[in-house]
């Protein structure tokens, strides 16, 4: 049986209009998602390297737990089972930037433990022997030249986040990829739609490598 199709370019740029009004969602739930997440990643990071127990087992349980679990679960969890422990609904925005911030979070947390770590012992001796106190020589010496050679980690970091965004159609945030699903439900144009949804999370995406290797060429990241 002989079966022809052809791609229609015209239902294609018609989803256009429509697919960009779920692209300041992706936007906001990824980048407000990482914004969170970076804060928790220093914290969880510098802690998870701490010589007390106490502080650092707790940040390794949390590392590891949202490290080794699906994105797609953690989310679903805080919008159909966490409600159900503080007797309230969360709104699916809410949810879903509060899952890429514990999500990015995790991975954060070790690109700042690793990059804290990867600073010379002796610098920091350089510094307490200048008169400098050890939070000083942390703040002043250390971090600057950690967060440095954390920035093309964090990168590629939150072009994970971006694309992780897709998944949160399942609890109907009004994303990309369900803005996408909403208008094939009407138009029964599938391929044409998702070409377009896989260009736009393709044209962010290199926008932000783009910047990365920008920052990179004039010597703003790496050593």
Do not use: C, H
Not at 147 to 174: E, H, Y
């Amino acid at each position: 049986m002989d079966v022809t199709f052809q791609f229609d370019w015209q239902a294609a740029i018609a989803s256009i209009p429509y697919l960009l009004e779920g692209i300041p969602w992706t936007l906001l739930i990824s980048f407000g998602g990482l914004a969170i997440g970076f804060i928790i990643g220093i914290v969880f990071g510098l802690l998870r390297i701490n010589p007390i127990r106490l502080l650092r087992w707790p940040a390794i349980a949390y590392i590891e737990i949202f490290r080794g679990t699906p994105v797609l679960v953690q989310v679903l969890f805080i919008f159909y089972g966490l409600p159900q422990v503080i007797g309230g609904p969360i709104n699916a925005l809410t949810a879903g930037i509060a899952a890429i911030a514990l999500n990015s979070g995790a991975y954060i947390s070790e690109i700042v433990r690793g990059g804290v770590q990867s600073i010379e012992k002796g610098q920091r001796e350089a510094g307490l022997s200048l008169g400098l106190s050890r939070t000083q020589a942390f703040r002043y010496i250390i971090w600057p030249q950690a967060l440095r050679r954390m920035i093309p980690a964090l990168g590629n970091q939150g072009i994970v986040s971006i694309k992780d965004t897709s998944l949160f159609s399942v609890i109907g945030v009004g994303e990309l990829v369900r803005q996408g699903q909403i208008y094939i439900a009407t138009t029964f144009t599938a391929l044409e739609v998702y070409f377009m949804v896989a260009l736009m999370y393709l044209a962010i995406t290199l926008s932000l490598s783009f910047a990365l290797r920008l920052l990179e060429r004039r010597g703003l990241v790496g050593q």
